[in-house]
């Protein structure tokens, strides 16, 4: 089996089979994931969020979100505006963004 693609953001992994879009930063990263279903890539993602990362942080949503895609959001108890959101978007192919921030994005 393949080794999981690490975003290098908080611990948050990708399916081995995922390809960046452009170049990740510290802050973001973006993947695509080519022959993933959106449900199959959801539910793979969030059984691989890192617990030990983001115990700290304060799950704010983990929904559906208007668009159809689908995201966690967590806040940080401390800094109100350290936001660190992992979104799964339906498109063709799936889509997966990662963002450690200090900006509060909508729906978070």
Do not use: H
């Not at 960046?20 to 022959?35: F, K, M, R």
């Not at 929904?63 to 806040?75: I, M, T």
């Not at 959101?85 to 994005?105: E, I, R």
């Amino acid at each position: 089996m393949a080794a999981v693609v690490d975003t290098g953001i908080a611990g948050v992994v990708m399916p081995p089979e995922a390809i960046a879009i452009g170049e990740p930063t510290a802050s973001t990263a973006a993947y695509d994931l080519p022959g993933w279903q959106f449900e199959d890539a959801t539910k793979w993602i969030g059984d691989r969020l890192p617990p030990k990362q983001i115990e700290e942080l304060q799950l704010r949503t983990a929904q559906a979100q208007p668009n159809s895609s689908f995201e966690w959001c967590w806040q940080s108890p401390d800094r109100p505006f350290e936001v660190l959101l992992v979104s799964v978007f339906p498109s063709d192919p799936v889509n997966v963004v990662v963002a450690d921030t200090d900006d509060n994005p909508a729906g978070c």
